[in-house]
Nanobody
Framework: QVLLVESGGGLVQAGGSLRLSCAASGRTVRSTTMGWFRQAPGTEREFVAGISWSGGSVYYTDSVKGRSTISGDNAKKTVYLEIHSLKPEDTAVYYC?????????????????WGQGTQVTVSS
């Protein structure tokens, strides 16, 4: 079992930055992949970024590539997502997810555990 707790969401003006944190506890293994997803009202949950604990590989969706950074602290079992140049369309509930396996898939079904989500609202 893996427990994930997100924090760092809030209200931000367009053009600003935000750093989300996801603290993991429980059974995290070397092959664990951590991902960030988001879901806006009336839309499906979509992949934002992912990181592999074993090799530090990262992957971003095109909409945040170049203005976001995903990083991990193995000792703290915490994953961070920084997003800069925020846009109103970044408004969503952001979820942290964990996958007990290699690779960084973008589909929600590939992830085994989910956090409760943290709201990010970007005002124009």
């Amino acid at each position: 079992q893996v427990l994930l707790v997100e924090s760092g969401g809030g209200l931000v003006q367009a053009g600003g930055s935000l750093r989300l944190s996801c603290a993991a506890s429980g059974r995290t293994v070397r092959s664990t992949t951590m991902g960030w997803f988001r879901q806006a009202p009336g839309t499906e949950r979509e992949f934002v970024a992912g990181i592999s604990w074993s090799g530090g590989s990262v992957y971003y969706t095109d909409s945040v590539k170049g203005r976001s950074t995903i990083s991990g602290d193995n000792a703290k079992k915490t994953v961070y997502l920084e997003i800069h140049s925020l846009k109103p369309e970044d408004t969503a509930v952001y979820y942290c997810a964990a996958r007990l396996g290699f690779g960084i898939p973008s589909g929600t079904a590939a992830y085994d555990y989910w956090g409760q989500g943290t709201q990010v609202t970007v005002s124009s």
